[in-house]
C-alpha cells in the first residue's frame, strides 16, 4: 500500500519480502552492544547502539571494510566514550560510506575526519554541542548528503561550500545571514532545508546559482520575513514548503516584462503556520501554472482573500485549507479549474458554511470537484 505525505510516500512492504531482505542482509549487517563478543570481518554495516558502548572499541579493532556506522541513542553516551569510538571509525573504516551521529554529544568533530576520501552520507542531525566544523571539513569531496539541523553551528564555515557533491543539505545556525552562495557552488545541489535558524533574516544572496535545487523546505526560521525574488531563476525547483515562519511576507509580485513569461517547475507548495501571511507568492505561482499540482495552506490566521488569479493555476488537482479562520471565500472563477480533483476545507467555519453540499450558497461552484472534503 502506498500513502502520499506531499513530499514523500510511505510503503508497506510484505511480511515474506521483509523476511528475505532480513536473510539477504543478515550476512553484511549487524548490531553491536556492549556484550557483542565478536562480529565476523564481511560485516560491512554496523548499528551500535543500547547506550552502553564502552567495551565495543575493542570488538572493533579488526575490521577494516565496514562501510556504514550508525550509532544509536548517542545523547546517553558520555563524550569521552563518543570521541574514543569515532576516531576508531575514522582510523579503521577508510572506505566509510555513511556516518550517522544524531544527537552525540561531541562539541567537535576530529580533524582527522578528512580522512575519509569515499563518505557520502554524514547525519549530524541533533548534535547542539556542535559549534563549528573542523579545517579537513572540505576534503569530503564525495560527500552527497549532509545533515547539520538542530545543531548548536553558529555560521556554516566556507569549507561546506566546496563540497561540489552535495546533493541533499540540512541546516542550522545561530546567525541573522548565512554566507554568500558563491557561483561554482553546490551546482548538484538538489535538496535545501534551513529549520530552527530562529536570527535568520533572509536567504543566502547567490540563492540564484542552485541551478539544480528541486526541493526547498524553510521551517521555523523565526525572524525570516520575505523570500528573494532570486528564486524566479531556479528553474527546477519543483516543491517549496514554509512551516512556522510567523513573520514572512510572501508578496511577490510580477514587476519586469520578462516575468510574464516565467517558465517555472513548482509541483507543490505548502504554507503551513505563517502568522503574517497575507498574499501568496503570485511570481513563483503564475510562473508555474502549468505545473502546480498541490496547493496546502494551514494555520495561517491573517489570511482573508485567495487571489483573483488562483484560477489560471490550471494543473491543479489538490487544494487544501486549513484553519484559515478569517478566510471567507474561494476565488471567482474556481469552477475553472477542470484538473482540480480533489478539495479540503478544515477548521474554516465561513468556507465550510458556504460551500457545503447541502445547502451551501456556493456548493455549486465546486460540485464538479470529483472529492470534497468539508469539515467545520
Known sequence: MEEDYWLYFTFKMHDLVHDLALDVSQKECKTVNSETETVDENVRHLLLCDGKLVGVPRVLEKMKNV??????DASKESKTTHESLINLCLSN??????LVLRKSPLTALPNSIGTLKHLRDLDLGVCMSLRELPRSFD????????????TGLKQLPDSVQRLIELRHLVITIQAT?????????????????????????????????????????????LS????????????????????????INLKIELEEEEDKDLQLSLKTLSLLGLH???D????????????????????????????????????????????????????????RLTNLRELRIYGCPELSKRYRENGGEDWHKISHIQKVDIYE
Request: charged residues 20%; positive net charge; hydrophobic residues 40%.
Open 67 to 72: 562501510r556504514t556506522v550508525i550509532i544509536q
Open 93 to 98: 573504516f577508510k572506505y566509510l560510506r555513511a
Open 139 to 150: 576534503k569530503l569531496r564525495s560527500l552527497q548528503s549532509l545533515n547539520l539541523g538542530d
Open 177 to 221: 545571514h548565512l554566507k554568500e552562495i558563491r557561483a561554482g557552488c553546490w551546482t548538484s545541489l538538489q535538496y535545501l532545508e534551513l529549520r530552527y535558524c530562529m536570527e535568520l533574516e533572509c536567504l543566502p544572496e547567490g540563492m540564484q546559482y542552485l541551478k539544480s535545487l528541486r526541493t526547498l523546505i524553510l521551517s521555523y526560521c
Open 224 to 247: 525570516l520575513v520575505s523570500l528573494p525574488r532570486s528564486l524566479k531563476l531556479l528553474t527546477k525547483l519543483e516543491h517549496l514548503e514554509i512551516v512556522g515562519c510567523f513573520q
Open 276 to 278: 503574517a501571511l497575507r
Open 280 to 335: 501568496l507568492p503570485r511570481l513563483l505561482l503564475q510562473g508555474s501554472s502549468s505545473t502546480l499540482q498541490q496547493l496546502r495552506i494551514a494555520f495561517c490566521p491573517d489570511l482573508s482573500v485567495l487571489p483573483a488569479w488562483l484560477p489560471n493555476l490550471t494543473s491543479l488537482q489538490k487544494l487544501e485549507i486549513e484553519h484559515c479562520v478569517n478566510l471567507w471565500d474561494l476565488p471567482e472563477g474556481i469552477d
